[in-house]
């Protein structure tokens, strides 16, 4: 067993707080990912029995070894494909520093001369090499101290036995912490025992966040340096509404959580409630509550919530998590399944938005610098028609098995349009050469949610069947603020004037046009901001299961005309937080005792 084990310090009360972007309070159980950290700063010291020292100098040589071996694998595959052939250098040195008389034989020399454990004997040589390395002002040899903080991370881990950490290796219900997590990480959560999560990275509309949200898992992202504070085993609280997090409770602080819970899991159930009653306001106007999803797997808890259909599915994740495109038939299993679920009920199937921050592991050769900007969701389709052919054809055959409508998104023009409406074309006039049933009358859609789009939605309004707003992409690209960055996440401000303009620039459009319009973006899910767009006149609002019934209960709560007055009175504000303030009191107003927004 690994002398680690024995030590377990006792850790500190410590409060946190991050971005809290989805709602649920947890205690539990902290479960490290990236736990290289963790063992590097938990070596213990102890004085080893004279017997136990050979056996404890095997077991670096063994460490330094698998690191060795390691290395080696991984240089040769970056040599075998030549996209990484530059980087095997770095291998190289690594592999030298493996070999390295200041770092390995020093620890040797002290396991041997102090008897103490080979964890505790490679910190504090790497200790005395850093504090060396820092006191040369040369960036270069600032790179190499960090290039042996790397070894040592990879030794210590190979020391604690411990093999690549996956979400797949979590036994026990935990409070996954780690430094950052795709959204690919995030779709196997589903399976798992995760019971909230927390990154150092990340932002609100991230799509790791937003799977959270869909998985109805709670998460706090953009906490800076969480995974330096926590060590597995630590108790820990979540609050994914507040993003509260605190490390080492009291018991007082416990119960006070418990009790929050409590109340908070009571909300949500009398928010059930409003599951079959219609979205309606006092005075009698509908709007259509529709769900977004991931993965197949969400719709019975849609259904739950009581959504009226589906109004994104983001077909995109079909494709992470594997190595391989999915073939047309693949394709058509997923898309029927949902349009079998759904019975009479309409199902907005996106094409797939690859690019940005969801990878596509099973298509080579992109790497871009500012992938938000780059080959991205309908230019990637353009670029590959074979792929994106595949797919419409799976479309339009599960259309004969329910009422699917097709979103095309990332639409910045009216070409772009066009080209993606031929090869939709192209794959309906294949499919009747086969004799395939399809829907003929399939409405077809696009995203709003890059700014030129916007601004020419009466132009594309005329070529399409409806308009789904995308707040997402829409403020990334109106406020210029990256979404997965935490760094700028304050700048994310769904009330900002401009914001509040081109939303209404775009429903009006669609209004003249006769065409329908909805949002499908996080906007869609906040009371706050639904009661603007039902004010605006929106159609629909697409969102997560778990906002779908605060987001009635806001429908419910309100006469129509005025959410019309309260939607034309914040387009008069200079700045979001007036509007923020004025929407913020005319809630209050509705609904007195609502604690949790
Ligand atoms: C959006 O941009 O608002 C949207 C719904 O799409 P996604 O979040 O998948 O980019
Ligand atoms: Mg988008």
Known sequence: MSLLAIDKVKREVALMRGIGVSAGIVIGKVYLLDSRKYHVEAAPYCHLDESLVEGELKRFKDALDLSKEQLSKIRDQLTGDGRGKEHAGIIDAHLMILNDQLLIDDTIKLIKAERVSAEWALK???????????????????????????????????LSGKEHESLGDIKEPSVVVAHDLSPADTAQMIQGNVLAFLTDIGAKTSHTAILARSLEIPAVVGLEDVTNRVESGDTIIVDGMTGAVII??????????????????????????????PAETIDGHTVSLLGNMEIVEEIPSLMDHGADGIGLYRSEFLYVNRDTLPSEEEHLAAYKHVAKKMGSRSAVIRTFDVGGDKLLSS???????????????????????????????????????????????MISGVEELRRAKALLYEARCELEDEGEQFDHDIEVGIMIEVPSAALIADILAEEVDFFSIGTNDLLQYSLAIDRVNEHVAYLYEPFHPAVLRIIKTVVDAGKRHG??????????????HALIFLGLGIDSLSMSARSLLKVKKLIRSVKYHDAVNISKAVLGFSTAREVEGYIETKLVDLYKEEPWS
Do not use: W
Not at 262 to 270: A, G, P, Q
């Open 363 to 409: 298509v080579d050769g992109i790497e871009e610098g500012n992938p938000a900007l780059g080959l991205r969701a309908i230019r990637f389709c353009l670029k590959y028609p074979d792929i994106f052919k595949t797919q419409l054809r799976a479309i339009l055959r599960a259309s004969a098995y329910g009422k699917l409508k097709i979103l095309f998104p």
């Open 248 to 277: 080492n409770p009291s018991t007082s602080v416990i119960k006070v959580y418990e009790k929050r819970r409590k109340r908070y899991e009571d909300y949500e159930k009398t928010l059930l409630h409003y599951k079959d009653l």
């Open 515 to 528: 065409i329908g319009v909805s949002v499908c973006g996080e906007m869609a899910g906040e009371p706050e």
């Open 124 to 158: 504090s040589v790497l200790k005395d090499l850093v504090a060396l390395f820092d006191k040369i002002d040369d960036p270069y040899f600032k790179e190499r101290s960090s290039d042996i903080e790397h070894i040592v991370d990879r030794i210590m881990m190979n």
